[in-house]
Antibody, heavy 118, light 112 residues
């Protein structure tokens, strides 16, 4: 059974960089698929942030691309998100997920709330 | 790259059928057969219900079905049950030279 678990600080100061990691178990990232990050501001809808292949190939949401970096560590079977210059608008539950096909997220983590506040 | 358009809310009585629409453009919904649908209960992670327009993952009841016509995709839930009450999101692969993924704004389904 594929399982994903997000981890990282729950509170980030404005203008700083948000950093999260997603640990994958039950499946080797090196075996394939894209792996993505999706976020959901409180009371609002889902927003795709970006996805990465095990080779390191990425594609990002055009509206966030200038601030986003997604990386993968196959030796630890995990992938990470960095979002720079955060503001209160970046406060959200951040989910990691396996992209089983084009825009097809078949396994999700439980999500982690990140609040941007001084 | 705007979000796909979904109705804010729909409702139906147990046993009835409801359809949720998802309207995009020729650059996303209309251009690819890569539309997926997610069910989200409060405080929970989204769950994949339909992918590639009309395919159901293992374990999803056949009461859930998907279709597409032009730039609009639809999710139909037949034989409504109380546990179907949730938020539903559509999602589409998009772009050509610079691919991306776009979600709909979400639809709240109320089972009366």
């Amino acid at each position: 059974q594929v399982q994903l678990q997000e981890s990282g600080p729950g509170l980030v100061k404005p203008s700083e960089t948000l950093s999260l990691t997603c640990a994958v178990s039950g499946y080797s990232i090196s075996s394939g698929y894209y792996w993505g990050w999706i976020r959901q501001p409180p009371g609002k809808g889902l927003e795709w942030i970006g996805s990465i292949y095990h080779s390191g190939s990425t594609y990002y949401n055009p509206s966030l691309k200038s601030r986003v970096t997604i990386s993968v560590d196959t030796s630890k079977n995990q992938f990470s998100l960095k979002l720079s210059s955060v503001t209160a608008a970046d406060t959200a539950v951040y989910y990691c997920a396996r992209e089983g096909g084009y825009s097809n997220f078949d396994y999700w983590g439980q999500g982690t709330l990140v609040t941007v506040s001084s | 790259q705007s979000a796909l358009t979904q109705p804010r809310s729909v409702s139906g009585s147990p046993g009835q059928s409801v359809t949720i629409s998802c309207t995009g453009t020729s650059s996303d919904v209309g251009g690819y057969n890569y539309v997926s649908w997610y069910q989200q209960h409060p405080g929970k992670a989204p769950k994949l219900m339909i992918y590639d327009v009309s395919k159901r993952p293992s374990g999803v009841p056949d009461r859930f079905s998907g279709s597409k016509s032009g730039n609009t995709a639809s999710l139909t839930i037949s034989g409504l049950q109380a546990e179907d009450e949730a938020d539903y999101y559509c999602c589409s692969y998009a772009g050509s030279y610079t691919p991306y993924v776009v979600f709909g704004g979400g639809t709240k389904l109320t089972v009366l």
